[in-house]
């Protein structure tokens, strides 16, 4: 059979245009062609090959963007499918559309993962939200603003490391970022004692974290993940101000699914609007326990608070996690639970909750 089961002639870049026209940007609107996000269009006899480049590289409806592309060329242009050959690209547009003075430097979106409480696995979060992303390629960073607690060393594994020191382009002196699973890493943790306190107060962890911003070598990075100190107390504030004027572009809130949770998010959550953060949504933690010898489902600390706290906020719920041995063994032995392929882990959850968080920034800057 030849490239068309209707007998036209040939096949043009305009016939597949025209029939890409057709396929809408599922999340954003318009169409691919408008949207121009069809790139590199090839005809090669009876085989078409083409990119399509996509506002994050975590797009989860990648399989449903290639469907209805294959969809609409053979209906329109009676291309059949196995004939096509589509690439996925992504380009993470900065935050406004362009890299403002007050932005990191060669930093798309800074992320802030946050927590109205201690205790419900926000840094857990954190690190497998950043590894998730990096795993489907894009370019990530994690800073460790828990100043008090600083666990991401021991989670990714590189308790011990030192950052090394380099100049950037602009003659300052910097660190370089540890790295690990694909993303790069900034903590107190590398730079004191295990055994040692902070003791340090609100003005010293304001500068420290202006550092860690500012002179680390981020770049180039599509998300710099900020895993903030729990509460709403002088030092989380001080923070949420701080990244204000960084170009934050917002914040999502960790919670678990009892009330007492839920009543210190919605602080926290308030806390970012009062500095005009834009809130990204609500993730569930430890949602709920499935026993591995049964399979029975239990509600530990009950069911539905974050779903209804997202629509007390206006936010979207960005997903559950379960309990599971797997993510608390993986956040000891340094080998996140989005790495692992055991059941209990819940890699999927934190992919499919890294995906939506992608998707909602992009939704955001390119709306």
Known sequence: MGLFSRGKPGLTEQQVLK?????????????????NMIKNIVIDGDQLRFAIELTTPACPLKDQIKAECEAALQSVAGIAPEQVEIEFTAQVRPRGGLLDKAAVPGV??????????G???????????AVALAQEGARVGLLDADIYGPSVPLMLGVQGHQPEATVLEDGQNAMIPIEAYGIKMIS???????????????????QLLRQFLYQVAWAPLDYLIIDMPPGTGDIALTLAQSLQNVGLTGAVSVTTPQ??????????????????????GVIENMAYFVAPDTGT??????????????????VPLLGQIPIGMAVREGGDSGTPAVLSERHDAY????????GKLAARVSVMEYA
């Not at 489902?297 to 206006?314: E, H, P, S, V």
């Not at 890699?347 to 890294?354: D, G, L, N």
């Open 188 to 206: 107190v943790g590398f730079l004191i004692d295990d055994r040692q306190p902070v003791i340090w107060r609100g003005p010293m962890v304001s």
């Open 297 to 314: 489902r239990y509600d530990i600390f009950g069911q539905g608070g974050a779903a209804r706290l997202a629509g007390q906020l206006g």
């Open 19 to 35: 029939a890409l026209a057709t396929v809408q940007e599922p999340e954003l609107g318009g169409d691919l062609v408008a949207r």
């Open 259 to 280: 009330a007492v949770a839920t009543l210190d998010v919605v602080k926290s959550m308030e806390m970012f609007r009062k500095v005009n953060v834009p809130l990204l």
């Open 108 to 117: 798309s979106h800074v992320i802030a993962v946050s927590a109205g409480k």
């Open 119 to 129: 205790g419900v696995g926000k840094s857990t979060v954190a690190v497998n939200l």
């Open 347 to 354: 890699a999927a959850a934190f992919r499919e909750i890294a």
